[in-house]
Nanobody, 124 residues
Framework: QVQLVESGGGLVQAGGSLGLSCAAS????????IGWFRQAPGMEREIVAA????????YYVDSVKDRFVISRANWQNTAYLRMFALKPEDTAIYYC?????????????????WGQGTQVTVSS
């Protein structure tokens, strides 16, 4: 069983930056690909970015390309999401998730483990 804990959310003004972390425990971190998802009130959970087990492959949803950067440090059992030029529409709860597939995955049902989420609020 893998446990994931997100941190780093908060309130930021539009145009600002935030960095999220996802700390993993209970498994071999490099056995999993990692995804960051978000869910706004009344909306479905959506993929934001994903990274393969070895960082070779990444994926970004179009709305965050060139603004968000996903990375991971397997030796630290941690994944990161750096967010720049934030917009009010980025406001959501952000979740970290792990999949045994190891390669990039973009669908919610491809992921096996989830964190509890961290709130990101971008004010206009």
């Amino acid at each position: 069983q893998v446990q994931l804990v997100e941190s780093g959310g908060g309130l930021v003004q539009a145009g600002g930056s935030l960095g999220l972390s996802c700390a993993a425990s209970g498994g071999t971190f490099s056995d999993y690909a990692i995804g960051w998802f978000r869910q706004a009130p009344g909306m479905e959970r959506e993929i934001v970015a994903a990274i393969s087990w070895n960082s070779v492959n990444t994926y970004y949803v179009d709305s965050v390309k060139d603004r968000f950067v996903i990375s991971r440090a397997n030796w630290q059992n941690t994944a990161y999401l750096r967010m720049f030029a934030l917009k009010p529409e980025d406001t959501a709860i952000y979740y970290c998730a792990a999949t045994r597939r190891r390669l990039v995955a973009t669908a919610v049902d491809e992921y096996d483990y989830w964190g509890q989420g961290t709130q990101v609020t971008v004010s206009s």
